[in-house]
């Protein structure tokens, strides 16, 4: 019988056996450290070491990842942080299932089968206009990178809804999911930060807008406005209306006000659009405009829109940019600038209508032939120069499927079935979402309430204002999958028990006053 001694001599020869190959191995191909070949192996060794702590935290990690935008430069394609544990949590999650007979996914028909409807589109669509092509693998074809991240948005509702969320972590989770976009604002500081600390910018990109300056006010800092409708999301699902004005807490009012100033810095028009249509709807949704909270904010709305008539042209021009949409009296430069942006895109959405009827029955799907693509390389060559002869439906932003408007992002490539796909997707989500808000726990009432209004927001906007089903498919099912997961499902009303109907015995023999006896007839 070995002494314990030997055991362990014996273990040691067999760690040592594996380590130190492995170790000669990793520290030949370190020798060229920039190679994909020699990244993509450090990256498998460092994802085995990590798996004992991915297996017990992958779920809050997709969570945290879902708004953050960190990308992973050391893959190739360079994907988002959030689109790898979309695979690492949905891979982990069906291993744990097929071992363990009694861990089940959160099962909600209404929104699995608009949701396979959905891949079975894609799928078929992709399969019929081109195929799959990933060009940074080599493909001929373009538009596969579009092609994955509608499929893992997708996908991503069922990995976020492969284990219940605990009741009492609710608040936890939430503030994973917001406040994850905080990060955002990293890449806009790549001007202002010093050299040794550019390795950062390799996992948070810098924004195009702030590539070579820096000017608070002027130049458009598009992270710090995430980071401030993050943390504006977070106040609003957490404490909802009531618990910001109500609670007679300072600190929430100026955090609530602060992080929608940060809006104004990225001078995004929809950006403003969604918070102030999520506030309106929440506030009658919580009720409160049977208050009198309905008359102190019609004076505070009347009030600051009289005083933005004569400071509107004074205000930094990314806040005039915001507020573009509004009629006051702004620097025609931010006004022309908002106006330029709208014109090309009704331009460009005039143009691709005469194309819907030929793709009605079989979309045009989301690759790009080598042909295509060079067209459209060719097209942005000489667009200053032909500007006047240019078709809008020629854009190279159209030809690459980047519409800026959601109808046409969903029928141009799928045809008539995406329509019907995306629209029951809607439906089943939005019936989800207020079920939920109705009819779930106390507790999460005020979560909800944030949940169910902005699904409905994000549909709206999609619909009526603009979007790109592939970008936007993450957005729809991050919030209608936290709400699945944080109530466990689809929550329906409680019956209420029918209350048994009394009955009253007769004395035998003796009848009902006023009946009479049936062998006297009256």
């Not at 893959?75 to 291993?95: E, N, R, T």
């Not at 102030?276 to 009347?302: D, K, N, S, Y």
Request: charged fraction near 10%; proline fraction near 7%.
């Amino acid at each position: 019988m070995d002494s314990p001694n030997n055991a362990a001599a014996l273990r040691t020869l067999i760690i040592y056996a594996i380590c130190v190959p492995l170790a000669i191995a990793i520290g030949y191909m370190v020798t060229n450290p920039m190679d994909y070949s020699t990244l993509g192996i450090l990256g498998l060794v460092i994802l085995v070491l990590l798996l004992p702590l991915l297996l017990r935290v992958h779920h809050p990690l997709l969570v945290l990842s879902w708004n953050m935008g960190m990308t992973l430069f050391f893959i190739i394609g360079a994907p988002s942080l959030w689109l790898v544990m979309v695979a690492l949590s949905l891979g982990i999650s069906g291993l744990t299932r097929a071992l363990n007979s009694e861990m089940h996914f959160i099962r909600v028909p209404q929104i699995t089968w608009p949701l396979v409807c959905l891949i079975g589109v894609v799928l078929l669509t992709a399969k019929f206009t081109g195929g799959f092509g990933v060009r940074s693998f080599g493909s001929e074809v373009y538009g596969g990178k579009k092609y994955v991240t509608l499929l893992a948005g997708v996908l991503s509702y069922f990995a976020l809804t492969a284990r219940r969320i605990p009741p009492e972590r609710a608040v936890f989770y939430v503030a994973l999911f917001f406040l994850g976009g905080v990060a955002s604002f990293i890449s806009d500081l790549y001007p202002v930060m010093p050299r040794f600390s550019h390795f950062v910018f390799w996992f948070f990109s810098p924004s195009i807008s702030t590539f070579n300056e820096f000017e608070v006010g002027v130049t458009r800092l598009g992270g710090f406005a995430a980071a401030g409708l993050a943390i504006w999301s977070f106040l609003m699902a957490r404490y909802g209306i009531r618990g910001i004005f109500v609670s007679g807490s300072l600190w929430r009012l100026f955090i609530f006000f602060s992080s929608l100033a940060l809006i104004f810095f990225g001078g995004f028009r929809y950006m403003l659009i969604f918070a102030g249509m999520v506030f309106t709807i929440q506030f009658f949704v919580e009720g409160l405009h049977r208050t009198r909270l309905l008359p102190v904010f019609a004076w505070m709305g009347i009030i600051a829109m009289v005083a933005l008539v004569p400071l509107a042209s004074k205000l930094p021009f990314t806040f005039q940019r915001t507020l573009a949409f509004l009629p006051l009296n702004l620097d025609p430069l931010a006004t022309q600038d908002a106006q330029d942006s709208w014109d090309w895109r009704v331009k460009m959405w005039k143009g691709l209508l005469p194309q819907i009827p030929q793709h009605l029955l079989l979309g045009k799907g989301l690759a790009i032939s080598q042909e295509d693509y060079n067209e459209m390389m060719g097209i942005t060559s000489v667009l200053g120069a032909a500007a006047g002869n240019f078709d809008p439906g020629q854009n190279p932003l159209a030809l690459s499927y980047d519409y800026h408007n959601g109808p046409l992002s969903v029928i141009l490539p799928f045809g008539i079935w995406g329509c019907i796909g995306v629209l029951w997707f809607f439906a089943a989500g939005i019936r989800v979402t207020y079920c939920n808000f109705q009819y779930g726990d106390p507790a999460l009432r005020t979560l909800n309430t944030f949940l169910f209004v902005e699904f409905l927001v994000y549909v709206i906007q999609f619909l009526f204002l603009g979007g790109s089903l592939s970008l936007d498919m993450e957005r729809f099912v991050g919030t209608l999958g936290l709400s699945v997961a944080l109530n466990g499902g689809m929550c329906r009303p409680v019956p209420q028990p029918v209350p048994a109907e009394e009955t009253f015995l007769q004395p035998r023999g003796v009848l009902p006053r006023g009946q009479p006896h049936p062998a006297f007839p009256r």
